[in-house]
Protein backbone atom coordinates (compact mmCIF):
# COMPACT_ATOMS: atom_id res chain seq x y z
CA UNK A 1 0.00 0.00 0.00
CA UNK A 2 1.11 3.64 -0.30
CA UNK A 3 2.74 5.65 2.09
CA UNK A 4 4.46 9.27 2.84
CA UNK A 5 7.12 9.88 5.20
CA UNK A 6 7.82 13.46 6.55
CA UNK A 7 11.56 13.70 7.32
CA UNK A 8 11.33 17.17 8.86
CA UNK A 9 9.58 16.68 12.67
CA UNK A 10 10.06 20.52 13.29
CA UNK A 11 10.68 23.66 11.08
CA UNK A 12 11.70 27.04 12.75
CA UNK A 13 11.99 30.46 10.35
CA UNK A 14 11.71 33.77 10.97
CA UNK A 15 9.33 35.73 8.82
CA UNK A 16 9.84 36.14 5.54
CA UNK A 17 11.77 33.22 5.13
CA UNK A 18 11.16 30.56 2.40
CA UNK A 19 9.76 27.37 3.52
CA UNK A 20 10.24 23.95 1.78
CA UNK A 21 8.72 20.90 3.66
CA UNK A 22 9.85 17.63 3.06
CA UNK A 23 7.28 14.37 1.74
CA UNK A 24 8.41 11.21 0.16
CA UNK A 25 5.64 8.65 -0.99
CA UNK A 26 6.55 4.97 -0.73
CA UNK A 27 6.51 3.65 -5.02
CA UNK A 28 5.77 5.21 -8.77
CA UNK A 29 2.19 4.44 -10.67
CA UNK A 30 -0.52 6.33 -10.36
CA UNK A 31 -0.69 8.67 -7.32
CA UNK A 32 -2.71 10.93 -5.67
CA UNK A 33 -1.45 13.24 -2.92
CA UNK A 34 -2.68 15.70 -0.29
CA UNK A 35 -1.15 18.17 2.19
CA UNK A 36 -3.03 19.23 4.89
CA UNK A 37 -2.55 21.97 7.61
CA UNK A 38 -3.68 22.01 11.65
CA UNK A 39 -3.40 25.47 12.98
CA UNK A 40 -2.86 25.84 16.63
CA UNK A 41 -6.19 24.79 18.37
CA UNK A 42 -8.19 23.90 14.77
CA UNK A 43 -8.94 21.47 13.06
CA UNK A 44 -7.40 19.83 9.90
CA UNK A 45 -7.89 21.47 6.39
CA UNK A 46 -6.90 20.88 3.04
CA UNK A 47 -4.13 23.04 1.89
CA UNK A 48 -4.07 21.39 -1.80
CA UNK A 49 -3.80 18.56 -3.88
CA UNK A 50 -2.01 16.66 -6.62
CA UNK A 51 -4.59 14.35 -8.96
CA UNK A 52 -2.85 14.19 -12.39
CA UNK A 53 -1.61 16.95 -15.35
CA UNK A 54 0.60 19.73 -13.77
CA UNK A 55 3.12 18.98 -12.10
CA UNK A 56 2.92 21.94 -10.22
CA UNK A 57 -0.12 23.01 -7.73
CA UNK A 58 -1.11 25.97 -5.90
CA UNK A 59 -2.87 25.85 -3.06
CA UNK A 60 -4.52 28.49 -0.36
CA UNK A 61 -2.74 30.92 1.59
CA UNK A 62 0.25 31.36 -1.06
CA UNK A 63 1.33 27.05 -0.75
CA UNK A 64 2.34 25.44 -3.80
CA UNK A 65 3.59 22.01 -3.95
CA UNK A 66 5.35 20.35 -7.19
CA UNK A 67 5.30 16.58 -7.96
CA UNK A 68 8.58 15.11 -9.08
CA UNK A 69 8.24 11.56 -9.96
CA UNK A 70 11.55 10.77 -10.58
CA UNK A 71 12.32 11.61 -6.70
CA UNK A 72 9.00 10.36 -5.41
CA UNK A 73 8.72 13.98 -3.65
CA UNK A 74 5.71 16.05 -3.31
CA UNK A 75 6.99 18.75 -1.35
CA UNK A 76 5.22 21.78 -0.24
CA UNK A 77 6.63 25.42 -0.21
CA UNK A 78 5.90 29.24 0.43
CA UNK A 79 8.69 31.52 -0.80
CA UNK A 80 7.30 33.68 1.90
CA UNK A 81 6.53 32.97 5.50
CA UNK A 82 3.87 34.94 7.81
CA UNK A 83 3.57 34.09 11.31
CA UNK A 84 -0.25 33.07 10.41
CA UNK A 85 1.55 29.71 9.12
CA UNK A 86 2.33 28.43 12.55
CA UNK A 87 0.74 25.11 12.55
CA UNK A 88 1.31 21.27 11.88
CA UNK A 89 1.29 20.01 7.97
CA UNK A 90 0.53 16.77 7.30
CA UNK A 91 1.04 15.05 3.88
CA UNK A 92 -1.11 12.01 2.74
CA UNK A 93 -2.04 9.55 0.42
CA UNK A 94 -5.02 7.87 -0.99
CA UNK A 95 -4.25 3.77 0.27
CA UNK A 96 -5.70 0.78 -1.43
CA UNK A 97 -7.81 0.25 1.20
CA UNK A 98 -9.89 3.36 0.59
CA UNK A 99 -8.28 5.68 3.28
CA UNK A 100 -6.05 8.51 3.47
CA UNK A 101 -2.16 7.12 4.88
CA UNK A 102 -1.02 10.55 6.84
CA UNK A 103 2.60 11.47 7.16
CA UNK A 104 4.04 12.01 10.79
CA UNK A 105 3.67 15.76 10.28
CA UNK A 106 6.23 18.98 10.34
CA UNK A 107 5.60 21.20 13.28
CA UNK A 108 6.15 24.91 11.46
CA UNK A 109 7.17 27.58 14.23
CA UNK A 110 7.24 31.12 12.53
CA UNK A 111 8.86 33.60 14.47
CA UNK A 112 7.74 37.47 14.51
CA UNK B 1 -15.08 26.06 11.04
CA UNK B 2 -15.40 22.93 8.74
CA UNK B 3 -19.32 22.06 9.57
CA UNK B 4 -17.94 18.87 11.16
CA UNK B 5 -18.92 18.98 14.93
CA UNK B 6 -17.67 16.47 17.86
CA UNK B 7 -18.60 15.93 21.60
CA UNK B 8 -17.64 16.33 23.47
CA UNK B 9 -14.33 18.66 23.52
CA UNK B 10 -12.50 17.10 26.20
CA UNK B 11 -12.73 13.58 28.19
CA UNK B 12 -11.28 11.95 31.46
CA UNK B 13 -11.86 8.96 32.52
CA UNK B 14 -9.75 6.10 33.92
CA UNK B 15 -8.21 2.70 32.67
CA UNK B 16 -11.05 0.00 32.28
CA UNK B 17 -13.43 2.56 31.74
CA UNK B 18 -15.98 2.62 28.64
CA UNK B 19 -16.45 6.23 26.64
CA UNK B 20 -18.23 7.14 23.44
CA UNK B 21 -17.41 9.95 21.20
CA UNK B 22 -19.32 11.59 18.87
CA UNK B 23 -19.31 12.71 15.27
CA UNK B 24 -22.19 14.55 13.66
CA UNK B 25 -21.05 15.35 9.64
CA UNK B 26 -21.46 18.26 6.96
CA UNK B 27 -24.87 18.52 5.81
CA UNK B 28 -25.50 16.28 3.00
CA UNK B 29 -22.01 14.35 3.77
CA UNK B 30 -22.88 10.51 3.85
CA UNK B 31 -19.18 9.11 4.76
CA UNK B 32 -17.49 9.31 8.21
CA UNK B 33 -14.29 8.98 8.81
CA UNK B 34 -12.54 8.32 11.99
CA UNK B 35 -8.56 8.93 13.16
CA UNK B 36 -6.32 8.78 16.18
CA UNK B 37 -3.77 11.25 16.56
CA UNK B 38 -0.78 10.35 19.20
CA UNK B 39 2.51 11.93 19.85
CA UNK B 40 3.92 8.93 19.19
CA UNK B 41 1.92 7.22 16.18
CA UNK B 42 0.43 10.29 14.09
CA UNK B 43 -2.51 10.32 12.60
CA UNK B 44 -3.54 7.23 12.22
CA UNK B 45 -7.04 6.26 10.25
CA UNK B 46 -9.14 3.77 12.66
CA UNK B 47 -12.27 3.14 10.79
CA UNK B 48 -14.44 4.47 7.87
CA UNK B 49 -18.68 4.62 7.33
CA UNK B 50 -20.82 5.12 4.44
CA UNK B 51 -24.56 5.78 4.63
CA UNK B 52 -24.39 3.63 7.82
CA UNK B 53 -22.17 0.79 6.54
CA UNK B 54 -18.77 -0.01 7.87
CA UNK B 55 -16.93 0.49 4.12
CA UNK B 56 -13.09 0.63 5.36
CA UNK B 57 -10.66 -0.57 8.80
CA UNK B 58 -7.41 0.53 9.58
CA UNK B 59 -5.63 0.45 12.81
CA UNK B 60 -8.74 -0.06 14.99
CA UNK B 61 -8.27 -2.11 18.27
CA UNK B 62 -10.99 -4.82 19.03
CA UNK B 63 -11.61 -3.05 22.26
CA UNK B 64 -12.67 0.16 20.03
CA UNK B 65 -15.88 -0.13 17.54
CA UNK B 66 -17.82 2.73 15.62
CA UNK B 67 -21.31 2.89 13.89
CA UNK B 68 -23.26 5.42 12.06
CA UNK B 69 -27.16 6.29 12.40
CA UNK B 70 -30.04 6.39 10.18
CA UNK B 71 -29.60 10.28 10.65
CA UNK B 72 -25.69 9.91 9.40
CA UNK B 73 -24.20 11.19 12.77
CA UNK B 74 -21.29 8.59 14.11
CA UNK B 75 -20.19 6.80 17.55
CA UNK B 76 -17.03 5.81 18.60
CA UNK B 77 -16.93 3.98 21.62
CA UNK B 78 -14.22 3.18 23.64
CA UNK B 79 -13.80 -0.28 25.97
CA UNK B 80 -11.75 -1.27 28.65
CA UNK B 81 -9.65 1.94 28.20
CA UNK B 82 -5.76 2.08 28.38
CA UNK B 83 -3.20 4.60 29.35
CA UNK B 84 -2.20 4.42 25.93
CA UNK B 85 -5.29 5.36 24.67
CA UNK B 86 -5.30 8.46 25.34
CA UNK B 87 -5.34 10.77 21.91
CA UNK B 88 -6.73 13.37 20.38
CA UNK B 89 -9.71 11.22 17.80
CA UNK B 90 -10.97 12.89 15.06
CA UNK B 91 -13.82 12.35 12.71
CA UNK B 92 -14.08 13.46 8.79
CA UNK B 93 -16.43 13.67 6.60
CA UNK B 94 -16.73 14.10 2.75
CA UNK B 95 -19.47 13.68 0.41
CA UNK B 96 -19.25 10.59 -1.58
CA UNK B 97 -17.39 7.05 -0.81
CA UNK B 98 -14.14 8.06 -2.74
CA UNK B 99 -11.07 8.95 -0.60
CA UNK B 100 -10.09 10.83 -3.08
CA UNK B 101 -12.44 13.85 -2.01
CA UNK B 102 -11.78 16.44 0.16
CA UNK B 103 -12.28 15.05 3.99
CA UNK B 104 -13.37 17.94 6.57
CA UNK B 105 -12.48 17.88 9.97
CA UNK B 106 -14.24 18.02 13.22
CA UNK B 107 -12.23 19.74 16.30
CA UNK B 108 -11.52 16.49 17.61
CA UNK B 109 -11.90 15.05 21.05
CA UNK B 110 -9.10 14.66 23.61
CA UNK B 111 -9.37 11.95 25.57
CA UNK B 112 -7.08 11.46 28.48
CA UNK B 113 -7.06 8.05 30.30
CA UNK B 114 -5.68 7.94 33.61
Given at each position: ?????????????????????????????????????????????????????????????????????????????????????????????PTGANNLFFGTGTRLTVIP | DSGVTQTPKHLITATGQRVTLRCSPRSGDLSVYWYQQSLDQGLQFLIQYYNGEERAKGNILERFSAQQFPDLHSELNLSSLELGDSALYFCASTQGLSVYNEQ?????TRLTVL
Amino acid sequence: AQSVSQHNHHVILSEAASLELGCNYSYGGTVNLFWYVQYPGQHLQLLLKYFSGDPLVKGIKGFEAEFIKSKFSFNLRKPSVQWSDTAEYFCAVPTGANNLFFGTGTRLTVIP
Amino acid sequence: DSGVTQTPKHLITATGQRVTLRCSPRSGDLSVYWYQQSLDQGLQFLIQYYNGEERAKGNILERFSAQQFPDLHSELNLSSLELGDSALYFCASTQGLSVYNEQFFGPGTRLTVL
